[in-house]
């Protein structure tokens, strides 16, 4: 398998954190994104979007979309399981997923930043701002979700890391790139501090990795 990567992207932060949960080590090509290598031919012929991360698997067939990736992973190497087995609780751990991805990344995905700075004529204090108030505000609703939820445990779903995890971990390593206090999301930072206690999360962080400046 290759991965295509970035050490800021929390998207693909997601999925190193899940390549290391099931003991895999792809090779890896490093897409530099502040200096716009995601346009570049070459890597859209990889994946059109121009979008991080991508998994070419050794067939050649490529994978896009970190939910995608890390359910594929999990998939196809079962040990560790990703997902609880219960329907209901597979679900809850896919919405608590997806309350970053889908809901709270995206704002702040550097495409946007840069549309905002760039056509809609932000200021970068104005764009800085925009970044931390939907970071906040998702934030604050998975905190309200895993406060009241007696599933959670010392991770979002009992005592074992999840997909749940796996994205909540690098959306707080946002909020810290944007000068959030985390101590303000007590439940989130207890289980962000179990997690890197894990060498599988703390060896995906972004500042551990061979591109990282």
Not at 192 to 204: G, R
Request: hydrophobic residues 45%; glycine residues 6%; contains cysteine.
């Amino acid at each position: 398998m290759l991965l295509y990567d970035y050490f800021r992207s929390s998207a693909a932060y997601r999925v190193r954190i899940a390549l290391n949960l099931k003991g895999l080590a792809p090779e890896r090509a490093f897409v530099h994104l502040r200096r716009g290598a995601q346009r570049d031919d070459a890597y859209l012929g990889v994946n059109p979007h121009g979008l991080i991360p991508a998994l070419v698997l050794d067939d050649g067939t490529v994978l896009t979309q970190s939910m995608a990736i890390i359910e594929y992973l999990d998939e196809t190497h079962p040990s560790p399981p990703l997902l609880p087995r219960e329907p209901v609780a597979r679900a809850r751990v896919r919405a608590l997923a997806l309350a970053v991805v889908a809901d709270t990344h995206p704002l702040g995905n550097l495409r946007v930043l840069q549309h905002l700075q760039g056509a809609a004529g932000f200021d970068m204090e104005r764009r800085d701002a925009w970044y931390a108030h939907w970071i906040d505000v998702g934030l604050t609703g998975l905190e309200a979700d895993l406060a009241r939820d007696a599933a959670r445990g010392r991770f979002c779903h009992g005592d074992t890391p999840t997909l749940a995890d796996c994205c909540v971990v690098p959306q707080l390593a946002n909020a810290r790139r944007a000068k959030l206090d985390v101590a303000r999301w007590p439940v989130l930072a207890a289980i962000d501090a179990a997690c890197n206690e894990l060498p599988a999360f703390a060896a995906a962080a972004p500042a551990r990795q061979p591109d990282a400046e």
